[in-house]
């Protein structure tokens, strides 16, 4: 059997600068980084409008569909079953737009669609 040979560590090539105004420049930060203080993450947010809008409607969302931060807050679209059937995809839906303010505490819901489940969106 031969023996086998020892491994050496590998040289790593210094990258040449880009350009002069690429070293000046800070590195970019990403945008879910930047939090302002006292508005609740997108996690939250979105626990936070489902839950408010369940306890308005008195039924249990079924899910989030959208979550978008705005510059007073978070807006949402919360699908909820508003009438039950069987089967189930003829069961009937409901979209809610949802607001949020920027302690996460909801300031405006509203209908905006109403469908049944097994409907596909089509495009118009």
Known sequence: MAAA????PRRVRPRPAEDAEERERPP???ASAKRRPGVPDAPAAMR???GQLAQLLGRPPDSVSSLKPTEDGWEAQVEVVELE???DTTSVMASYKVALDTEGQL???ERTRRYSRGMIDRPT
């Open 48 to 50: 936070s409008a489902a």
């Open 107 to 109: 300031i405006s819901y």
């Open 28 to 30: 970019a930060r990403r």
């Open 5 to 8: 040979e020892p491994t050496r």
């Open 85 to 87: 059937r069987i089967p």
